[in-house]
């Protein structure tokens, strides 16, 4: 018997991704775990592994598509074995005198169901309205019902309409091009780039409302112009999830911030005998993760990261290293950083973020760990403070080491002093135990051969 296979979830949160590049055809044999697809989110490219064995009957979707998540994508089954629509099943018949059976098509680009069978009568005005605003009957030529318009609806996924509403766009202007005159991603997209205008309203079929008829909904608001001398550029999907998860980070999870000074003298003389004699060059940031691990050996309940069901307890030491791209960030997780040598930690960092720079990271490598570091020190900045990555239970912003005052014995001296600051989830770690891990990842820093060991 065949198998859908529908969009994977490749990253925590997000709703909608493409498939890039094919790496099966109808007709291969396939194995599980074996590359079936590399898809395309807002923050890398990962490669998605079959996990169905069997021979691809079918491909759903094209190269560059951008469908919802739990959509099909493709078919799996026997050899020879006709392939079954992915959706075979059909709306049942509505209860009461008003409720019509209707199949329920799917959008080629969400996959998702997008007709409802018709409301009754007492239901309609109710019914009618979407988020995207009021959605009128419309007719053809010649006042013919303009397809798949029958039941008095437009056959609009839920992905266009989240697009319409977010850029103001008016659906009933728009002239679909997917199957049945249905309205797809890449119609809004066309509009957004001006490379098609929106068509001329169709006539109304809806008939004259009644005296006592209460008001019409207020359309969608319009996009506000640009002001005289700037430029609207639409958001990349980067960007995008970027703003709308950090949003989510910053008003449901309650930060707390701890700050420390600390000395590195002895850590950068320590990198520069390493890497005199070294062939792997070591930089600091390599020195600050490996001594963020040995924080976390040294104060071992503080690996762990909030749920809903329960506190998660981590066994190894999985660091999250925050990469800068041209249009935003990634950020890809190093496994079991406490037994990693500083060289091989430095190498597998340059590596991730080499491959995270041309979006050519894998699922595993965007998944799970409990804590995240964040450098900015390369740029100057001497302090500041980081948002948490869903679902890591802190984030260590790290400033610049630069040479200032301090206090030695009663004396004053110059050192080179680095900022760090601590942003810690407060329903995983209490003030008590961020102080301790804080401290912990002072002196391992002040005392940098016990990084080394």
């Known amino acids: 018997m065949s198998t859908t296979i529908r969009m994977p979830e490749v990253l925590a949160n997000v709703t909608e991704a493409a498939v890039q590049k094919w790496l099966v055809a109808p007709g291969d044999e396939v194995a599980v775990g074996q590359p079936f697809a590399e898809i395309e989110t807002e923050k890398a490219v990962v490669e998605f592994a079959a996990e169905t064995a069997g021979t691809v009957l079918e491909l759903l979707v094209g190269e560059g598509d951008s469908i919802d998540v739990g959509a099909p994508i493709a078919i799996v089954g026997e050899a020879g074995e006709v392939a079954l629509p992915a959706d075979p099943a059909a709306a049942p018949a509505a209860e009461g005198s008003g409720g019509v059976a209707a199949a329920a098509p799917s959008d080629p680009e969400s996959g998702a169901p997008v007709l409802e069978a018709a409301a009754p009568v007492a239901d309609a005005a109710a019914a009618a309205q979407t988020s995207a605003g009021p959605v009128e009957a419309t007719t053809g030529a010649g006042g013919a019902s303009a397809p798949g318009e029958g039941s008095g609806r437009r056959f609009v996924s839920p992905l ?67 002001p005289e001398g700037a430029t ?17 980070s910053k008003s449901s999870v309650p930060h707390f911030y701890l700050t420390a000074d600390c000395r590195v003298d002895a850590l950068l003389e320590m990198r520069a ?45 999985d660091i999250g290293i925050a990469v800068s791209l041209d249009d935003g960030l990634v950020v890809p997780v ?62 260590l912003a790290v400033g610049a080491a630069s040479a200032r005052p301090v206090v030695v014995d009663g004396a004053l001296e110059v050192g080179q002093v680095m900022t760090v600051t601590l942003s810690a989830d407060h329903r995983a770690w209490d003030g008590a135990l961020a102080a301790r891990w804080l401290a912990a990842f002072v002196a391992r820093i002040e005392h940098p051969l016990s990084i080394l060991a």
């Open 334 to 395: 190093v496994r079991g950083v406490e037994g990693l040598s500083v060289s091989a930690l430095g190498g597998r960092i340059a590596e991730l973020a080499g491959r995270g720079r041309e979006g050519r990271l894998k699922l595993d490598e965007l998944e799970g760990g409990s804590f995240t570091v964040s450098n900015l020190g390369m740029f100057g900045t001497q302090s500041f403070s980081a948002i948490i990555n869903p679902p890591h239970a802190g984030i």
């Open 160 to 226: 266009v309409r989240r697009l319409a509403r977010e850029h103001g766009i008016d659906l009933s202007t728009v002239t679909g091009s997917g199957p049945d005159g249905r309205i797809v991603r890449r119609d809004i997209q066309a509009l957004l780039d001006g490379s098609a205008p929106a068509a001329t309203p169709a006539v109304a079929a809806t008939p004259a409302p009644a005296a006592d008829a209460p008001a019409a909904a207020a359309p969608a608001r319009p996009a506000q112009p640009a």
């Open 273 to 317: 005998q390493l890497n005199a004699g070294g062939q792997v060059k070591v930089s600091v940031n390599d020195l600050v993760v490996k001594a963020v691990a040995g924080a976390f050996v040294d104060v071992p309940e503080a690996n762990r990261t909030w749920s809903d069901e329960g506190m998660v307890i981590h066994d190894s030491v």
């Open 232 to 248: 609207v550029v639409p958001h990349s999907r980067m960007r995008a999830t970027i703003a709308r998860r950090l949003t989510e």
